[in-house]
């Protein structure tokens, strides 16, 4: 069995890094994303507006909400306009925390953040949340007392249903203070393009350690339970939408096939 730490295995961050036109992944990541974008042209599309999402929501949370502290749960690597650049962009005194559970892509993380003390890059599982919160590095930057925004963008569909999803997010925000937000994105490309495609990027991602499970949109709601979803966009009701169509000043521009590849929501704690 290859050692999941080994180059000769793709990572999901590795992956993602490719599909968003970056020059952070192995030869490895590059073989499997371009199997995936074979099958799946869109899906180029849909990392850029994973993207833009977090962006959106990340500029959202510290200008119009106050939020200074931010703790990015399965970030990949720190590149292409991630949330510390974001973060430096619209709050100069804000902290970010990254946390991937690949040591891999956390040794390149800290050598991309080398000189940046607003941010650090830490190993973690998003299936332990208590491990990630009460980390020295996380209690450096971040204070559990004040709001956090919480990112879990592209993550939990790499958690399987036997770690309860649902579960952990709940764990997540019981230690939050009030006032804090929860941004988050999930995959849900059975509702858009069939099992066929489904299970073909399943089996890709099923060489990397962290295996891919594709939700309902139903399923992805429950995530939200306990707190209080924001309208995505001026004049639209709160709840659930595609990636892209999030905080997009002209949802209809935004929409996208690849933006359809999976919803996206912001909520606050209260």
Same mark, same amino acid.
């Given at each position: 069995?290859?050692?999941?730490?080994?180059?000769?295995?793709?990572?999901?961050?590795?992956?993602?890094?490719?599909?968003?036109?970056?020059?952070?992944?192995?030869?490895?990541?590059?073989?499997?994303?371009?199997? $995936?974008?074979?099958?799946?042209?869109?899906?180029?599309?849909?990392?850029?507006?994973?993207?833009?999402?977090?962006?959106?929501?990340?500029?959202?949370?510290?200008?119009?909400?106050?939020?200074?502290?931010?703790?990015?749960?399965?970030?990949?690597?720190?590149?292409?306009?991630?949330?510390?650049?974001?973060?430096?962009?619209?709050?100069?005194?804000?902290?970010?925390?990254?946390?991937?559970?690949?040591?891999?892509?956390?040794?390149?993380?800290?050598? $991309?953040?080398?000189?940046?003390?607003?941010?650090?890059?830490?190993?973690?599982?998003?299936?332990?949340?208590?491990?990630?919160?009460?980390?020295?590095?996380?209690?450096?930057?971040?204070?559990?007392?004040?709001?956090?925004?919480?990112?879990?963008?592209?993550?939990?569909?790499?958690?399987?249903?036997?770690?309860?999803?649902?579960?952990?997010?709940?764990?997540?925000?019981?230690?939050?203070?009030?006032?804090?937000?929860?941004?988050?994105?999930?995959?849900?490309?059975?509702?858009?393009?069939?099992?066929?495609?489904?299970?073909?990027?399943?089996?890709?991602?099923?060489?990397?350690?962290?295996?891919?499970?594709?939700?309902?949109?139903?399923? $992805?709601?429950?995530?939200?339970?306990?707190?209080?979803?924001?309208?995505?966009?001026?004049?639209?009701?709160?709840?659930?939408?595609?990636?892209?169509?999030?905080?997009?000043?002209?949802?209809?521009?935004?929409?996208?096939?690849?933006?359809?590849?999976?919803?996206?929501?912001?909520?606050?704690?209260?």
């Amino acid at each position: 069995m290859t050692d999941p730490t080994s180059p000769e295995r793709p990572t999901s961050a590795g992956m993602y890094d490719f599909y968003l036109g970056g020059t952070a992944h192995s030869a490895a990541d590059r073989a499997a994303a371009e199997k $995936i974008t074979e099958m799946m042209p869109e899906i180029q599309d849909g990392a850029s507006a994973n993207r833009g999402f977090l962006q959106r929501a990340v500029g959202r949370m510290a200008t119009e909400w106050g939020i200074r502290q931010f703790i990015d749960v399965g970030s990949g690597l720190p590149t292409q306009r991630n949330t510390h650049d974001v973060v430096t962009e619209t709050a100069p005194n804000g902290r970010v925390v990254y946390v991937d559970i690949n040591p891999v892509v956390v040794a390149r993380g800290a050598e $991309i953040l080398t000189g940046v003390d607003s941010a650090t890059v830490i190993e973690g599982d998003v299936r332990q949340p208590d491990a990630i919160l009460d980390h020295p590095e996380t209690r450096r930057l971040v204070d559990l007392s004040a709001p956090v925004g919480l990112l879990l963008v592209a993550v939990l569909h790499f958690v399987p249903d036997d770690d309860d999803p649902w579960r952990l997010v709940g764990q997540y925000m019981s230690r939050l203070a009030s006032g804090s937000y929860l941004a988050l994105t999930h995959s849900a490309v059975g509702d858009q393009t069939g099992g066929q495609l489904q299970n073909a990027g399943a089996r890709i991602y099923g060489s990397t350690a962290t295996p891919w499970t594709d939700r309902s949109r139903t399923e $992805i709601e429950r995530l939200f339970t306990g707190l209080d979803i924001v309208p995505p966009y001026e004049g639209a009701a709160p709840g659930l939408v595609f990636i892209g169509e999030w905080g997009a000043e002209d949802p209809g521009l935004a929409d996208s096939e690849g933006s359809r590849l999976g919803y996206a929501a912001v909520a606050r704690k209260p």
